[in-house]
Structure formats: structure tokens, C-alpha cells
Nanobody, 124 residues
Framework: QVQLVESGGGLVQAGDSLKLSCAAS????????VAWFRQAPGKERDFVAGIDRGGDKTSYADSVKGRFTISRNNAKTMVYLEMSSLKPEDTAVYYC?????????????????WGQGTQVTVSS
């Protein structure tokens, strides 16, 4: 089992920056690829960014490429999502997810463990 707890969400204005954190506990964190997903009201949960076990390879949804950065610190069992130039359409609940796969996947079914989510609201 891997437990994930997100934090750092909040209400910001368009153009602002925000950093989300995901604290992991349980099994060896470095054995899991990790991703951030988000879900806006009435919409499906979508892939935002992913990072492989060692933190060497990352991937981003086109909608956030160049604005968001995913990183991890395996020693601290933490994953981060740094978000800049935020837009109202970034408003969603953001979830951290962990997969036993070697590298990230954009598919929800690839992830066995999920956090409870943290709300990000961007006002115009």
C-alpha cells in the first residue's frame, strides 16, 4: 500500500503561481511512477503531468506544457507540481497518483493509488 496526501491548493488569480505537494508513505516510494491528474466539475479526470521512478523522465498534457513542472524527491518521498501562469481553466481538484509501472502513463487505470485531492481555483 502507498498512501498519498496532497496539499498546497487554494484560490489564486489568473497569472499567479502555485506549488502543489504530494506526500507519500508506505511502500518504497522510488518503486513507483507518479502523476498528477485533475478533475473539473462535470468533467473526467485528466492526466496533467507524470514522472518516472527516478525522476529522469517527465511528460505533460499539452494544455499545461511550458507552465507546469513536475518533480520528485525520493529521499523525502515527495512529489511536486509547480504551476505558473495559471488560467481559470486550470480550476479543478488535483490528484496525485502512484503506479507500479516503471514510468508514467496518461491512463487513469495504470495507477493503483490515489490521494484525496486538493482544490485549485483560479479566478479571472
Amino acid at each position: 500500500q502507498v498512501q498519498l496526501v496532497e496539499s498546497g491548493g487554494g484560490l489564486v488569480q489568473a497569472g499567479d503561481s502555485l506549488k502543489l505537494s504530494c506526500a507519500a508513505s508506505g511502500r518504497t516510494f522510488s518503486n513507483y511512477a507518479v502523476a498528477w491528474f485533475r478533475q473539473a466539475p462535470g468533467k473526467e479526470r485528466d492526466f496533467v503531468a507524470g514522472i518516472d521512478r527516478g525522476g529522469d523522465k517527465t511528460s505533460y498534457a499539452d494544455s499545461v506544457k511550458g507552465r507546469f513542472t513536475i518533480s520528485r524527491n525520493n529521499a523525502k518521498t515527495m512529489v511536486y507540481l509547480e504551476m505558473s501562469s495559471l488560467k481559470p481553466e486550470d480550476t479543478a481538484v488535483y490528484y496525485c497518483a502512484a503506479s507500479a509501472l516503471r514510468s508514467w502513463s496518461s491512463a487513469r487505470y495504470a495507477y493503483q493509488y490515489w490521494g484525496q485531492g486538493t482544490q485549485v481555483t483560479v479566478s479571472s
